[in-house]
T-cell receptor, first 113, second 113 residues
C-alpha cells in the first residue's frame, strides 16, 4: 500500500532555515501536501503541490518535489518560534470523489530562540 | 461556531464503558472523515463518509462504530475499547472532488483505562 515517511524530529535556531523532508512510495500520487498541527489543534493545510510541478513558493515556504526519487521537502525561511509545530507530509491520488489522503508520522519542529 | 468542531475534547473511559465522539462541520462539505493519531505513527484513516454513505472502512475493529446521520454530523461510537485505543481522534471534512482541502477539528484526546 501507500507509504509516506518522514523523520520524527527537527530542531533549528530562530532565524535559520528549516528543511523538512519526506519520501513516498505511491507513483500515482497526484497531490502532495504539507499540513501543520499546532499544540491542541487539528491539522491545517499549509500548502500543496501538483505532481507535474517541481517547485512551489509561498512567502516563507518553498516546496520542492523530486518525482523521480519520490521525495518532497518543505523549506521554511527565517524560522520563527511560532513555526514550532508538527508538520505532516501527505499524498493523494487523483480522484473524482472523496479524497483519500495518506499521511506520514509528522515531523516535530522545535525552534530554539 | 465555524469550521469543524469536536466534542468532547478529552475523554477518559474504562474498557467496559460505551461512549460517543461527536463531530460537526459548518462548512457545507459533503465528505467527512475519522482519523486516529498515535505518537510516532502515521495518521491513520479509519472511516470516510461521502454524501452520507460510508465509502471507506480501513480494517477498523468493530468496537468502533461510525454514524453519519446527515452531511454536517459524524459520530464515532465506542464500546469495550482496549488501552491501545488511547489516542487523539481527529475528524475532518471536505468537498468531494478531484482536489479539495480537508479541514480538521481539534480532536478528542481519548484515554482508555
Amino acid at each position: 500500500g501507500e507509504d509516506v515517511e518522514q523523520s520524527l524530529f527537527l530542531s533549528v535556531r530562530e532565524g535559520d532555515s528549516s528543511v523538512i523532508n519526506c519520501t513516498y512510495t505511491d507513483s500515482s500520487s497526484t497531490y502532495l501536501y504539507w499540513y501543520k498541527q499546532e499544540p491542541g489543534a487539528g491539522l491545517q493545510l499549509l500548502t500543496y503541490i501538483f505532481s507535474n510541478m517541481d517547485m512551489k513558493q509561498d512567502q516563507r515556504l518553498t516546496v520542492l518535489l523530486n518525482k523521480k526519487d519520490k521525495h518532497l521537502s518543505l523549506r521554511i525561511a527565517d524560522t520563527q518560534t511560532g513555526d514550532s509545530a508538527i508538520y505532516f507530509c501527505a499524498e493523494s491520488p487523483l480522484s473524482g470523489g472523496y479524497q483519500k489522503v495518506t499521511f506520514g508520522t509528522g515531523t516535530k519542529l522545535q525552534v530554539i530562540p | 461556531e465555524t469550521g469543524v468542531t469536536q466534542t468532547p475534547r478529552h475523554l477518559v473511559m474504562g474498557m467496559t464503558n460505551k461512549k460517543s465522539l461527536k463531530c460537526e462541520q459548518h462548512l457545507g462539505h459533503n465528505a467527512m472523515y475519522w482519523y486516529k493519531q498515535s505518537a510516532k505513527k502515521p495518521l491513520e484513516l479509519m472511516f470516510v463518509y461521502s454524501l452520507e454513505e460510508r465509502v471507506e472502512n480501513n480494517s477498523v475493529p468493530s468496537r468502533f462504530s461510525p454514524e453519519c446521520p446527515n452531511s454536517s454530523h459524524l459520530f464515532l461510537h465506542l464500546h469495550t475499547l482496549q488501552p491501545e485505543d488511547s489516542a487523539l481522534y481527529l475528524c475532518a471534512s471536505s468537498h468531494s472532488g478531484s482536489y479539495n482541502e480537508q479541514f480538521f477539528g481539534p480532536g478528542t484526546r481519548l484515554t482508555v483505562l
